[in-house]
């Protein structure tokens, strides 16, 4: 059913009488992105969710079903559901939002529920890898800002689920910036599986009576000299580094304006080094992260405040002191030159000139033009909060920032973030200075001046930060950089990018119809019969060795009867070829489909969720995944069989660094499951680190002999999730078993929880904990002695018994 083009008000069924505007681009834009999964374009603050919301009406209506929408922040999330509630005749209880703030058992009866369901993506992908959700009855999905559909962004694994899943899907995917280059913008199609492009621009006649001109100026600041001595004093730091990498032969580099791509060059050249165990690798790991450092350090100082030095200083000293401390912090923070910066940035009495700037940008807004309300964008939550300190002895000014604690500095709720919007738009304040938070898609009212304290080196965030203004009337935009500092590299890389991005959707626009034929014969191909077979890699999801193995005759059984290779596959070798096409036939001929009685489960613990493992096994065809908060193992396969995974990394860490958790976890498998697991994952175990062989050898025997574990390796996340398969399908397939979770942790002894509580005081670790509580034989002889009794104990000098007393003697001042 059309929208009615005519008239004030969009009439159409579902949406709310008299409620929306009646903007004939729009309804053009819903028309296109109701025939077909399709990308909107539209610049921002012209409505891109009303259009979405136009097909949603049009789709419960025609079709019935679920409608979900998706963003990627809670603020963003929050401001949709309550505008469909507006906008559309669906009650307020139908239309429900999913952010990690709900509980997952609440959210799988709300979205059973629901009409409509707003939602960060990491939830659905949580609740679909956990098999909480079912998309089959969801007719219309929504990607709000689907320029992050790239890598590992649950956006493209939700996609795939989605076409895979819906008995009906539709797809319209929104971004006023869909990418930085037609290959960028073709990228985010094929992931989304779009197969249509609709684009409007502000030079479209429909449009151009909505849009107002947004003037763009930017202001060059002229460093102090005392500010350019302290980064020179850094400067000197690294070009330092530099040298002593350059002898080591990994770059040609030798002044301190670096790229990032030259610091990765650098970092793979070491690479090879410590891949061959040579020395020269890990010591210049170690000075490549103080360049790093550094460089941070110099950003912070040109660009942000002396204030930002400061806090970035004392947080690497406090990381120096630690129990833990890398030998670059320790080096760092007692280099001479840094030494003379810290102190030039101690004594230094001023913040930064773009802060007057700003100030003074803000008064002539507020002031002589009788502005209401500025945004101040700024990359750093440190400057966020020195200028609205700073700003807030002139103007009424309130930050804007994510939800995240950071050091030093607490993240705001969403609720906060509600309340903190809610009162800008009332005019209750003036000023809101934000963080990249407020960057995308959030309905910010209509400001008077847009200013950045520093670019954005990406023509999207820009775009995004622009939009904030010129909607209503004509709007300004002011971006302040620091004279030959990395602001300058930043703004011309924004601004030519912007120039190629607006090209690339004027051409997209002329040629929307080609590329639309095209993603038409290629873009759902990949979704096309492909079911829950493809893993999130987009390979099969076969099995180890089924490459191949069958059409040889491997896995045919010899003359003296022995089993062939298919008889520990895990599945007949005559169906490897249909598996590999998404789809594994049972015994009985029929297919196992996720939620089938005869499904091979899979419990993976909530943690796990940061590799691709759980969300891979979840695309695949006779598996079906649960999420637990597992107290015992990463996975559970069957009654007897649990999984404890460790990369390469993981597992050289343990021998190390000094922490046993993982063979108390080993332990804790042994205890609980008949046939513990142990699946080391990664590249060369024996030449990643410097590490003996003997010694892994060791860890390794220890494994298999004192614990009764069964240590396998495999190179990566896709190879371990076809391990877990196997295993899983042997044990209830073919064993008749059962999923089973139990088990848990054993309580720490009484002296574990002693060496505990000593090795938190002051971070000293479990190594010094133990010599403490040998030497003075108890947790409360530890705490009361002094600081020459501490200094006799082996490993104890001046600074750690220092820092002991401190920490025990302190007034508590929360």
């Known amino acids: 059913m059309a929208t009615t083009a005519d008239g004030e008000f969009v009439e159409q069924p579902l949406v709310t ?34 259009v979405s919301l136009l097909v949603t009406a049009r789709r419960l209506h025609e079709v019935g079903g679920k409608s979900l929408l998706l963003a990627p922040t809670k603020p963003l999330v929050q401001q949709h559901a309550e505008f469909y509630r507006e906008a559309l005749a669906v009650p307020d209880d139908e239309v429900v939002v999913f952010t990690g703030e709900v509980r997952p058992d609440d959210r799988a009866a709300l979205f059973e529920d629901a009409s409509i369901v707003a939602a960060t993506p990491q939830v659905v992908e949580n609740d679909l890898v956990g098999n909480r959700i079912d998309l089959a009855r969801v007719t219309h999905c929504t990607f709000d800002e689907c320029h992050r559909a790239t890598g590992d962004y649950a956006y493209n694994y939700i996609a795939d689920r989605y076409h895979a899943d ?77 040298a002593q990498l350059k002898e080591l032969g990994v770059t040609k580099k030798s002044s301190p304006d670096l790229s990032e791509r030259e610091i990765q060059g650098m970092q793979a050249e070491l690479r090879k080094l410590m891949n061959n165990d040579q020395s020269e690798g890990y010591q210049g790991m170690s000075l490549l992260a103080e360049v790093r450092k550094l460089r941070t350090a110099v950003t912070y100082v040109e660009t942000q405040s002396v204030e930002s030095l400061r806090r970035y200083f004392e947080r690497l000293k406090e990381a120096a002191r630690s129990s833990g401390a890398s030998k670059a912090d320790q080096r760092l923070v007692s280099e001479p030159k840094v030494r003379e910066a810290m102190r030039k940035a101690e004594s230094y009495n001023d913040l930064h000139p773009k802060f007057r700037r700003t100030r003074m940008l803000l008064a002539e807004t507020l002031g002589i033009e009788q502005g209401e309300r500025v945004i101040v964008f700024t990359e750093s939550r440190d400057t966020a909060e020195t200028l609205v300190d700073f700003l807030s002895d002139h103007f009424t ?126 873009g759902l191909d990949d979704y096309e019969g492909s079911g829950a077979g493809r893993s999130a890699d987009g390979s099969s999801g076969t099995t180890p060795g089924s490459d191949g193995a069958a059409a040889n005759g491997a896995g045919d059984a010899s003359a003296e009867g022995q089993a062939g290779l298919d008889a520990f596959a895990g599945a007949d070798v005559s169906t490897v070829d249909d598996a590999a096409d998404g789809e594994r036939e049972d015994s009985d001929g029929t297919v196992a489909k996720a939620g089938d009685e005869e499904a091979v489960e899979i419990v993976a613990d909530q943690r796990e969720l940061d590799s691709t493992i759980a969300r891979d ?35 050289l860490d343990t021998l190390t660094g000094g922490d046993r958790s993982m063979f108390e976890q080993v332990g804790d498998a042994t205890r609980n499951y008949a046939r513990p697991v ?73 002296a574990e929880q002693q060496e505990y509580v000593v090795a938190s005081v002051a971070e000293v670790g479990p190594v010094t904990a133990r010599s403490l509580l040998e030497h003075f034989g108890s947790v409360e002889a530890v705490m009361t002695a002094d600081h020459d009794d501490l200094c006799e104990v082996d490993g104890i000098g001046d600074v750690t018994a220092g820092r002991i007393r401190s920490v025990v003697g302190a007034a508590y001042e929360p």
């Open 17 to 50: 009488e008299g409620f929306l505007e009646n903007r004939r681009y729009q309804v053009e834009l819903a028309d296109t992105a109701a025939r077909d999964h399709a990308l909107v374009c539209l610049p921002t603050g012209l409505g891109k969710t009303t």
């Open 617 to 651: 096994l979840s695309t695949r065809d006779g598996i079906v995944t649960r999420l637990e908060t597992l107290a015992v193992g990463d996975y559970v396969l069957s009654d007897r069989v649990v999984v404890e995974r460790k990369t390469v990394t993981d597992f």
């Open 678 to 750: 142990v699946v080391i994952e990664g590249g060369d175990l024996y030449g990643e680190r410097n590490v003996h062989r003997k010694s892994i050898n060791g860890a390794l025997a220890s494994l298999a002999v004192d614990f009764g574990a069964s240590v396998l390796r495999t190179d990566d996340e896709g190879e371990t999730a076809d391990l877990l398969e196997t295993v899983a399908t042997r044990e209830q397939d073919d064993g008749d078993r059962e999923v089973s979770v139990h088990g848990e942790k054993q309580s720490k002894t009484v």
């Open 397 to 522: 000014t309130r930050k804007f920032v994510g939800q995240s604690d950071t050091d030093g500095s607490e993240g705001m709720t969403q609720t906060e973030q509600q309340e903190t919007l809610e009162r800008f738009r009332n005019g209750e304040f003036e000023v809101l200075v934000s963080t990249s938070v407020a960057e995308e898609g959030l309905d910010v009212p209509e400001v008077d001046l847009v200013l950045f304290y520093e670019p954005v080196p990406t023509a999207i965030r820009a775009i995004q930060r622009k939009g904030r203004t010129g909607r209503q009337a004509s709007g300004r935009v002011v971006v302040l950089l620091a004279e030959d500092t990395r602001d300058e590299a930043y703004f011309w890389k924004a601004r030519n990018d912007q120039k190629r991005m607006q090209n690339e959707l004027d051409e997209l626009k002329t040629v929307a119809g080609e590329l639309s034929a095209e993603l038409d014969q290629t």
């Open 166 to 242: 819906a008995a009906d899907p539709l797809v319209t995917a929104m971004s006023a910036s869909p990418g930085d280059d037609e290959e960028a913008i073709l990228q985010v199609c094929e992931n989304l599986g779009l197969s249509e492009v609709a684009v409007m621009t502000e030079d479209d006649a429909d449009v151009a009576e909505y849009t107002h001109d947004t003037e763009v100026d930017w202001k060059r600041i002229e460093l102090p000299e005392v500010v350019v001595e302290i980064r020179d004093a850094i400067n000197e730091v690294v070009a330092d580094r530099l």
